[in-house]
């Protein structure tokens, strides 16, 4: 594959994973939220549009009995309405909850949803692909079809980040700011920090399945082996890495986070340990995670002097 | 009139009882001081007060409305206001975000309004920095208005803590301890503070104090708790001059 | 409703995976007082290396599984002095973030090395016989009588000498323990020695009922934490009642719902614990 072809190809992936980074900075860099079931929104997305979309499968080994045949648009826009919904149910049960306790409730939460659809052979083929999601504008495209992508990608990519910088900067951002830092302050000032805590979780619930259903009809075939938890964690570490709070650090930590990832898809021939090398990317990327943590806790793009306000020195 | 009556309130943890049959009442305008050696009570009184206990048994009362079981934000909500004895500064927060998070029915705390950023969101974000300029200027903070509040002093926080709750316009202010912490000189601007809201705005106090000789000097009506018990109620004077009381702080330096 | 007795001592033997995990578990985020995720990863380590001593150098089962509980015994606190002890100042979040990181190096390197298809552990006997009906594996005995012995081992530990006194004392206030002299880095190091050691036993244990594979430990996780959060943090007996309940509850649970989703039945019992009885089954959470 050209070297150019390769480039629009990773460019779409971090653009995919830079509005997973948006949603997750709104619970965590804004809110203080530890959301580990990030995954599961990227899933609901991308099931739902991909089901609302596509037929069922016909022929004798097909498991699937849902299926539609609406425009692409109104796949995406429901996967993003749904993940925003499945993302305020999961808060419901667990925002009252501390810290770890958050954590652990949305993480198995997440594995919960991953077994329906691994397991709900009738719904979503279950363990195997579901395939043929349509990709929009297919054929009509007068460039390469991966760059007219990576085009409406990054174009999202950017209305969320001016909308979620906006939202940060406002009146509703000062209480999720508030929230993070000190959950009483907020609550004796008279704001029901419990509503403003589902509000944040939906809202980056559903920007993650926004991310889903553009992700499904790029690819065209999704299965649940896709949407591991190591997906929730890689955009932890692209959060953290690029600058907990700031939009553009969630941008750039994912960028840095797929490139380091696919970074092997531009070394040529053979190299030693090729067959590790998705590994040892991975490895890579747990070593850069502790190192930013150690060195530079405030990420690449992040406000130092926050983080170190209060601290004595 | 009555702004603010605690009714019978009892309040047990574990096996202990922390508060037992407390009543008072506070009236409009009227500055009310809590005293107690350490273990009173008092600390779980103001909490069932501000709503961050419930009562086991009792009720509290707020502009002729039973509160007991309402969270703390309905409370603000309503007028009732608490500030923290630890000052709960935000850090992360400069001071003037700490004042304007204060700001009550703002509609720019609205989703959909926020990502518009309608007209009246701007307008009323507009008058909140009005607000909390002249508060802050009050309380001498206003050139700190940039900074993060997690660099502010000991005593510049306490400020903060105040000048948020005054931000949010409250009826009844419960101060926490106010003077824990602060110098005398910054003590004196406290107290006449106080007074001033209070003649100038109309505001009601209820302030838990150790500083015994500050209640004295501010308050109309003083509540001494023992034991999780009023002990004794009255006028400065009565209070001081009360032998539960004397007896209550082992050697009496009431 | 009469109880399918095989599912009851299938139950028991995955309790006991989970209690014995959810121990050494509970013990370290007890008294370092943060979510380890790299736990789960701790628990491949061990198995692994214990297969790689048993299947790849040829030893019999017994010598690998003290290689690979001591190998986690040492590479967890070489983990700690090489990642975790330059963030002993930092706050809790940022440590479970650390971990993440850690977790992602440990896996992807027993996928390097080993790849990323299942193994087994290569066992002299193969037979599961039969009694009152219940069929019962070589591994699983084993699985039981080594959970048994451990358990009593870290309770007289615990109990009877000044180190297992100490921990329990870190436990319940860091603060305090510090004012009474209690040495906290020697102490973590011995918290890190029995925590991993357990680690390691519980993975190969895992590894012996299930598969050896790269992310077994994480699979099993939320099911050990779920162990240790129902039965109180830095609670040993909760981990353990909390281990044995979600272990029965779940193998139990195929009586009546498709087993695919019996590892949901680990969320519920954390979801409902947490909601009832939130300092832990016997009420003795130190968090």
Redesign the interface.
Known sequence: MALVDLLLVVGVIAGVYSLLAIGMNMHWGDTGLLNFAHAAFFAVGAYTSAILTTPPATGSLATRVVGFDLPIVVGIAAGTALAGVVGVLIAITSVRLEGDYLAMVTLSSAELIRLMIHNEAWLTTGAQTLKNIPRPLDGAVPVSYDLFYLVLVWGIVGVCYLLFTRLSRSPFGRVLHAIRENDDVPLALGKNTYVFKLKSFGIGAAVAGLAGGLWAHYVYAISSIMFLPSITFLIWAAVIIGGAGSYGGAILGASVIVFLRQITRFIPGDVPFGDQLSYIRLMVVGLVLILVLYYRPEGLLGDAERLQAGTSE | MTLLEANGLRKTFGGIVAVDDVSFEVDRTEIVGVIGPNGAGKSTMFKLL?G?HTPDEGTVMFDGEDVTER????R??RGL??T?QIA??????RVM?NM?????N?P????LA??A?TSS?RDF?EDARTRAEELLKFLELWDLRDE????LSGGQRKLLELG?ALM?EPELLLLDEPMAGVNPDLTDRLLQRIMDLRDERDMTFLVVEHDIEAIMRISDTVVGMHDGTVLSKGTPEEVQSDEQMLEAYLGGEV | MVLDPQLVWNGLVVGSIIAVSALGLTLIFGILNFINIAYGDYMAAGAYVAWAVNAQVGLPIGVAIVAGVLFMSVGSVVLDKLVFQHFRTRSPITLLIVSIGVAFFIRNLLRAIWGPSGHFYDLPLEASPSFVGVRFSIEQVAIMVTSLLLLLGVYVMLRRTRVGIAMRAASDDRMLSRIRGVDTEKLVLYVWLIGGGIAGLGGIMLGLDAQIRPNMGFTALIAIFAAVILGGIGDPKGAVAGGYTIGLAQEVSVAVIPSEYKFGVGLVALIVGLLTRPDGLFGEATR
């Open positions: 501000a961050f969270p703390p934000n309905e603000t909500q206001v608490r923290f709960q500064e935000l850090t992360g927060m975000d304007l998070l204060a700001s009550q703002h720019g705390e609205k989703v926020a990502a950023k969101v974000e993060y509040a997690g660099n948020r949010a």
